[in-house]
């Protein structure tokens, strides 16, 4: 089991910034893939960026340039840099995990984080 507890999301204006992190405990070890997913009112859930265990990234497209990912393997943290934000961006902010036990591959979800952007 992974727990993941998100931290940073806040009621911002359009154009400023916001740091999330997201913090692992439980079973770490075996952890690949940890990312950031956001879901908007009545919108599904989608991916805004993930890092893999060796630092390699990928970005969903409305947020290239804008957000940065980050992680720290010692301390089971990961982060999420946004800047130059947009009332679009509005959502709920959940941290995920893979976790690749024994060659199987387990995903594990924090409770969300709220980020508001006002215009």
């Known amino acids: 089991q992974v727990q993941l507890v998100e931290s940073g999301g806040d009621l911002v204006q359009a154009g400023g910034s916001l740091r999330l992190s997201c913090a692992a405990s439980g079973i770490t070890f075996g952890i690949n893939l940890m990312g950031w997913y956001r879901q908007a009112t009545g919108e599904q859930r989608e991916l805004v960026a993930v890092i893999g265990s060796s630092g390699s990234t990928r970005y969903a497209d409305s947020v290239k340039g804008r957000f940065t990912i980050s992680r720290e393997n010692a301390k089971n943290l990961v982060y999420l840099q946004m800047n130059s934000l947009k009332p679009e961006d509005t959502a709920v902010y959940y941290c995920?995990?893979?976790?690749?036990?024994?060659?199987?591959?387990?995903?594990?979800w924090g409770q969300g984080t709220q980020v508001t952007v006002s215009s």
């Open positions: 995920n995990a893979e976790l690749n036990q024994s060659g199987r591959l387990y995903n594990y």
